[in-house]
């Protein structure tokens, strides 16, 4: 336990997903003192706003820190925030999350400044601070999971859009065919219905008949695939597995195309559980951006993985709250 009475300043960290809570205590040069995580309680904005409160208090508990030695405290949440403050208009992955005052709440209950962050921008500011952005002034994440969704840093600040929802790039439309009436693709966004995890799991579904030796063949009887099971297979030589992953290689590295000539970014980091899987996925990837994005931008931009793994949520939610204070100390004041 740490002494209460350093006058040292820290940062409190919340990610916040459908499915966990993850929330931490960090130093201002990004060392987690003490993180802890559990399932998210989707049982409504106000339980949602307690279990975050709750996480904090045990954390400070935990440490030996009381509310004044916070800087603030920082939330990654998969939300569409309004523009002019951090309101949460609404969170679709969050039971009953519209119309949401998480931020006074919390500023309430837990007596410190509290800074809410769309989760792509967090992840791009994680990446920055503590990952493979390090050095880098012009970066764009792209974070490829069950969605996809990503971030921009661009002149070494977070852009943010006019909407607060800059690098919902899982909407790019990859196709000839602009009168479609995909429901899939309407719903959550072409390229992510097509190389996110839930296609690339629908994808070899669609595809067993045609190999009859897959080895994925006794793990889909029952349940669905799921895109790890395909990765795991080919990384075993599976050759229904390895066309997929080849596929989507390339349907990712059309979008990463796209990304590089319109932003010109000195580096691309592909996250989340698919976009990690860089042994497979990165030379398909880098292949398809040499031969689609502008020349000159596909030649000199670096294309890698995250490798923050679990914590880059809490590193972004904490890098959050240095750079929203950076932001409050340069506003002129009235």
Same mark, same amino acid.
Request: contains cysteine.
């Given at each position: 336990?740490?002494?209460?009475?350093?006058?040292?300043?820290?940062?409190?960290?919340?990610?916040?997903?459908?499915?966990?809570?993850?929330?931490?205590?960090?130093?201002?040069?990004?060392?987690?003192?003490?993180?802890?995580?559990?399932?998210?309680?989707?049982?409504?904005?106000?339980?949602?706003?307690?279990?975050?409160?709750?996480?904090?208090?045990?954390?400070? &508990?935990? %440490?030996?820190?009381?509310?004044?030695?916070?800087? $603030?405290?920082? *939330? !990654?949440?998969?939300?569409? +925030?309004? #523009? @002019?403050?951090?309101?949460?208009?609404?969170?679709?992955?969050?039971?009953?999350?519209?119309?949401?005052?998480?931020?006074?709440?919390?500023?309430?209950?837990?007596?410190?400044?509290?800074?809410?962050?769309?989760?792509?921008?967090?992840?791009?500011?994680?990446?920055?601070?503590?990952?493979?952005?390090?050095?880098?002034?012009?970066?764009?994440?792209?974070?490829?999971?069950?969605?996809?969704?990503?971030?921009?840093?661009?002149?070494?600040?977070?852009?943010?859009?006019?909407?607060?929802?800059?690098?919902?790039?899982?909407?790019?439309? &990859?196709? %000839?065919?602009?009168?479609?009436?995909?429901?899939? $693709?309407?719903? *959550? !966004?072409?390229?992510?219905? +097509?190389? #996110? @995890?839930?296609?690339?799991?629908?994808?070899?579904?669609?595809?067993?008949?045609?190999?009859?030796?897959?080895?994925?063949?006794?793990?889909?009887?029952?349940?669905?695939?799921?895109?790890?099971?395909?990765?795991?297979?080919?990384?075993?030589?599976?050759?229904?597995?390895?066309?997929?992953?080849?596929?989507?290689?390339?349907?990712?590295?059309?979008?990463?195309?796209?990304?590089?000539?319109?932003?010109?970014?000195?580096?691309?980091?592909?996250?989340?559980?698919?976009?990690?899987?860089?042994?497979?996925?990165?030379?398909?990837?880098?292949?398809?951006?040499?031969?689609?994005?502008?020349?000159?931008?596909?030649?000199?931009?670096?294309?890698?993985?995250?490798?923050?793994?679990?914590?880059?949520?809490?590193?972004?939610?904490?890098?959050?709250?240095?750079?929203?204070?950076?932001?409050?100390?340069?506003?002129?004041?009235?």
């Amino acid at each position: 336990m740490m002494s209460g009475s350093t006058a040292s300043p820290y940062l409190a960290a919340v990610d916040l997903g459908g499915t966990k809570i993850a929330a931490g205590i960090l130093s201002m040069q990004g060392e987690i003192l003490l993180r802890v995580e559990e399932p998210t309680r989707q049982l409504g904005p106000q339980q949602g706003i307690e279990q975050i409160a709750d996480l904090i208090r045990s954390l400070l &508990l935990r %440490t030996g820190l009381d509310a004044g030695q916070i800087l $603030g405290l920082g *939330i !990654g949440i998969p939300a569409v +925030l309004e #523009a @002019g403050s951090d309101h949460v208009i609404w969170g679709p992955n969050l039971t009953g999350w519209r119309d949401v005052p998480l931020k006074p709440s919390l500023e309430k209950l837990l007596r410190m400044p509290v800074y809410v962050e769309y989760d792509g921008h967090t992840a791009v500011m994680a990446e920055m601070w503590q990952g493979a952005g390090r050095g880098y002034h012009s970066i764009a994440m792209l974070i490829i999971g069950t969605g996809i969704g990503g971030g921009l840093i661009l002149d070494g600040r977070l852009y943010r859009g006019r909407d607060r929802l800059a690098g919902a790039v899982g909407w790019f439309a &990859l196709t %000839t065919d602009a009168g479609s009436n995909d429901p899939a $693709g309407k719903a *959550i !966004g072409h390229w992510e219905s +097509l190389a #996110a @995890g839930p296609g690339i799991a629908q994808r070899a579904q669609g595809l067993l008949a045609d190999y009859p030796q897959s080895s994925l063949y006794p793990v889909s009887g029952d349940e669905p695939l799921t895109a790890r099971q395909i990765f795991d297979a080919a990384r075993a030589g599976d050759l229904l597995a390895c066309r997929v992953v080849d596929e989507t290689a390339r349907l990712i590295g059309l979008g990463v195309a796209n990304v590089v000539s319109m932003v010109n970014p000195e580096i691309v980091i592909l996250g989340g559980s698919v976009g990690r899987q860089g042994d497979l996925l990165l030379p398909g990837v880098r292949a398809v951006v040499q031969s689609w994005a502008q020349p000159v931008s596909a030649r000199s931009v670096l294309i890698t993985s995250s490798q923050l793994g679990p914590d880059a949520g809490l590193y972004g939610a904490a890098y959050a709250v240095i750079d929203r204070t950076q932001l409050e100390n340069l506003s002129p004041r009235a």
